[in-house]
C-alpha cells in the first residue's frame, strides 16, 4: 500500500473549518483513499473515502487533488467532539484489504 | 455505535496465561478483522476471516490465533501472554472484505493488561 504523510499534530478553532492534508505520492491509480479517526482510546470511525474525485458526506468533505498525489480532509465547522487523531490511508483491492493506518494527525479544536 | 461489538471491554491477566477476545460482526458482514493497538507499534492489522475461512495474515504472533464461526462471529486467543501484549485489541467487519472503496466498521475494542 502506499505510504501516507501526515502532519504530527494541528489545532484549530472552534467553529472554524479545520483543513487537514495528506501527502500520498506513490497513490496507484486503483488506490482509495480513506479517512478514519479516532478519539480517545475509542475504535476508529469512518469519515470519508474517495478514489479521484471531491466527495461530501454529513461529517466532512474530501478534496483530492487532481494527480491524486494529495488530499485535504475538511471539517467545516470544528467542534470540540472532533479533537481526535485523524489517520488518511491509501488502500488497494487485493486478498485481505486491511487498511494500514499511520501515525495520523492529532487535531486539537481549541474553545 | 458501529454495530460491531466486542467482549470484554477491559481484561486484566498473568504473563504466562491464555485469554479470549470474542468479536460480533455487523449485520450482513461477512468479514471480520482484527488489529493491535499498543503505543510503541501503533494500529497494526492482524488477521482477517471471511465467511469462516481465513483471508489474509498480518504481523500476527505464532501465539496468537483466531477463528470465525458459522454464526460469524471471531474470537481472537492470546496464549503464553507477555508483557508486552498488552494493548488495545480491535475488531473491525465489512461487508465481503474484497474490494478497495468496501468500509470497515470498528468495534470499541478490549483493553488487555498483562501484569
Known amino acids: 500500500d502506499a505510504k501516507t504523510t501526515q502532519p504530527t499534530s494541528m489545532d484549530c478553532a472552534e467553529g472554524r473549518a479545520a483543513n487537514l492534508p495528506c501527502n500520498h505520492s506513490?497513490?496507484?491509480?486503483?488506490?482509495?483513499v480513506y479517512w478514519y479517526r479516532q478519539i480517545h482510546s475509542q475504535g476508529p470511525q469512518y469519515i470519508i473515502h474517495g478514489l479521484k474525485n471531491n466527495e461530501t458526506n454529513e461529517m466532512a468533505s474530501l478534496i483530492i487533488t487532481e494527480d491524486r498525489k494529495s488530499s485535504t480532509l475538511i471539517l467545516p465547522h470544528a467542534t470540540l467532539r472532533d479533537t481526535a487523531v485523524y489517520y488518511c490511508i491509501v488502500r488497494v483491492a487485493k486478498t485481505g484489504n486491511q487498511f494500514y493506518f499511520g501515525t495520523g494527525t492529532s487535531l486539537t479544536v481549541i474553545p | 455505535d458501529s454495530g460491531v461489538t466486542q467482549t470484554p471491554k477491559h481484561l486484566i491477566t498473568a504473563t504466562g496465561q491464555r485469554v479470549t477476545l470474542r468479536c460480533s460482526p455487523r449485520?450482513?458482514?461477512?468479514?471480520v478483522y482484527w488489529y493491535q493497538q499498543s503505543l510503541d507499534q501503533g494500529l497494526q492489522f492482524l488477521i482477517q476471516y471471511y465467511n469462516g475461512e481465513e483471508r489474509a495474515k498480518g504481523n500476527i504472533l505464532e501465539r496468537f490465533s483466531a477463528q470465525q464461526f458459522p454464526d460469524l462471529h471471531s474470537e481472537l486467543n492470546l496464549s503464553s501472554l507477555e508483557l508486552g501484549d498488552s494493548a488495545l485489541y480491535f475488531c473491525a467487519s465489512s461487508v465481503s472484505g474484497g474490494a478497495a472503496q468496501e468500509t470497515q466498521y470498528f468495534g470499541p475494542g478490549t483493553r488487555l493488561l498483562v501484569l
Open positions: 506513490t497513490i496507484s491509480g486503483n488506490e482509495y
Open positions: 449485520s450482513g458482514d461477512l468479514s
